[in-house]
């Protein structure tokens, strides 16, 4: 006889954010029955949640009853965090905050998403039980973010993640894919940050480490806490510039290095590299080539349509 196996149950804010997409397909790729919610570009896919309407965030966990949260969304722009606090506290605090209390109150195990941005990037790299010492206010709310998170849910699994890029709707979607009419319009030299080391992160190795986490989860009430997962390829923006010309073909001789210290916005951690060891030691993760993932994400919006056939034929 089959058994009937009832379906895991997947809830996933900011699902229509660059890493919530990413998180939605993986899960609902796997045999989990995913519900995404969004707010402003969330219909008509997706269930449109306000969630600092803590009500409909009771409602729709209610409701739904998911084994599993996973919870994406997040005001990320630190130059906007610090533009707009009250609005960013709001968002990546208080709502995770009560996120996590109504996760607890229907046995669901929720993966907090935070940031490198919580370290100083003085002493890397970072392992999960290092000291957090955020810089600019963005990496402040996350870290508030993450406190309030374990303060309403001790089973809660924070998951700090550093730069990301993946298949964007837009350019401006990621840091990384942003540089990339930079590039390609090589009529104009670019100063290009080679100052800050990074370690960019696809969004569907970062699903990965979700789902698989969830799973684990499903099998071992132990798994829960800090965790950290990243690219391993240390680079500046200078050299991510470089190596999507080179996935490209493109010309490079137009970008330009500069190697001081930011000093419009946000402060930034010099390296934040974060030691993903634990999650490894658990067999937990992916990791994808930073040229096979830039070429994926980037190759439609290139502008030189010619370039399609040499670089995929």
């Known amino acids: 006889e089959d058994v009937d196996i ?45 969630l600092l309407d803590s009500v409909a965030v009771h409602d729709i966990i209610h409701d739904f009853q998911p084994h599993v949260i996973v919870h994406c969304a997040a005001e990320r722009r630190p130059d906007v965090v610090e533009s707009q606090p009250d609005a960013a506290s709001q968002l990546n605090v208080a709502a995770s905050g009560n ?62 993640i550093p730069i990301l890029y993946g298949e964007v709707e837009r350019l401006e979607e990621s840091a990384v894919t942003v540089m990339f009419d930079k590039v390609q319009f090589s009529n104009k030299s670019a100063n290009m940050d080679h100052w800050q080391q990074r370690f960019p992160t696809n969004v569907k190795d970062v699903a990965t480490v979700c789902r698989q986490l969830a799973e684990k989860r499903m099998l071992d009430p132990s798994v ?23 996935a490209f073909n493109l010309p490079s001789s137009h970008l330009r290095p500069i190697t001081d210290c930011p000093v419009v916005g946000a402060l930034r951690p010099r390296n934040a590299q974060l030691d993903c060891s634990k999650l490894e030691m658990l067999g937990i993760g992916h ?26 034929h």
């Open 6 to 50: 009832p379906s895991r149950r997947v809830l996933i804010t900011g699902a229509t954010g660059l890493l919530g997409r990413a998180v939605f397909k993986e899960f609902n790729e796997n045999n989990w029955n995913a519900v995404g919610c969004g707010y402003r570009r969330a219909r008509p896919r997706f269930e449109q949640i306000n």
């Open 99 to 160: 996120l996590a209390k109504e996760a607890a109150g229907v046995g669901a195990f929720l993966i907090y998403i935070s940031t490198d941005y919580v370290f100083d990037g003085t002493s890397p790299p970072y392992k999960e039980s290092d000291v957090p010492n955020p810089l600019n206010l963005y990496g402040k709310t996350k870290l508030d973010g993450e406190k309030a998170v374990l303060e309403n849910n001790e089973g809660a699994a924070i998951l700090r």
């Open 224 to 246: 829960k806490g800090t965790f950290h997962w990243s690219g391993n390829e240390q680079m500046t923006k200078y050299e991510m510039a470089c190596a999507i010309a080179d």
């Open 287 to 312: 990791r994808t080539p930073f040229r096979d993932g830039i070429k994926e994400s980037l190759w439609p919006f290139l502008v030189d349509k010619r370039w399609r056939q040499t670089v995929f």
